[in-house]
């Protein structure tokens, strides 16, 4: 049966051939911009937050918790679409979440060498993030009930159900995402909808979960505030459930291959993605 010649780790180039592994440079250079996406993107979920559930005119308008977490999850399902077709997202790929980083090696389009650098730098860029905006907003941030923007489960749930629930809908996202990648068509779609899926996330499980479904959107707030109540959960339940997808879709789709690890869904100079040539496939 037709499936991926690429062994994990490996990076695959559009048309199906191996690349070259990155130069201590280009990986440098590159966790350098995760860093800095997610640091924007860490800044900017805390100021969304600070602004509709903190003490503002939008929160006194819309008082109902759910309402204001659909406006979240709309305007961080937007952020995030913005940073991944950025131009710093189009060259590192739009990680900007250590379990997508961890998903595309196990695609094989992502070289094994930077998944440590991209997770540190993006962690890293997720504390500095929040750092700023408390600098930014002061109380408002600092202070509940947006603290942070802190994700905590809700009342009566365990450790083991919000692993579950966390690993599952990391797997689904990236599962969807993987499966889009496959086809020049979809991937171009990408973008939208992981800001679909994590707007969707926010608005569904904010209340239950907190509906992080990336390691490093609670890392920051968790380290910065002082509160790791659960954290280990936050950080290890994505990556299970985006090493799950990955097996999952490997096993399932072994005839089609994961194109790129860029979530803009295009070559970084925004040309379009191709199919791999059967001469690239292997039985």
Known sequence: ????????????????????????AAIAGHSALEFFLTLVLLFGVTTIVRWVIGPSF????????HLQLLIVGVAVGLLIAGLILSPP????????????????WRFGVFPGVSVVPYIVAQLI?????VILAGAAWGAAATDPPTAYALLQPGPGWTAAELFFAEA????????????FLQTPRLARLVPWLVGVLIGGAIAVLGTSTGGSVNPARQFGPAVVSGNRSFLWVYLLAPMVGALVAAFILDRVGKCRAVLTHRLCGTEESGAPLHEPSDAHRVS
């Not at 994990?8 to 592994?21: K, L, M, T």
């Not at 739009?94 to 961890?102: E, T």
């Not at 860029?125 to 993030?129: E, Q, R």
């Open 125 to 129: 860029g997720s504390t500095l993030g």
């Open 1 to 24: 049966m037709p499936q991926n010649p690429t062994p994990p780790g490996v990076p695959r180039a559009a048309d199906g051939s191996g690349d070259p592994p990155p130069s201590p």
């Open 89 to 104: 997202g189009r060259m590192t790929g739009g990680h900007m979440n250590p379990a997508i980083s961890f998903a595309t």
């Open 168 to 179: 599952a809908s990391m797997g689904l996202i990236v599962y969807l995402v993987g499966y």
């Open 58 to 65: 939008i929160s006194d308008r819309i008082p109902q918790i």
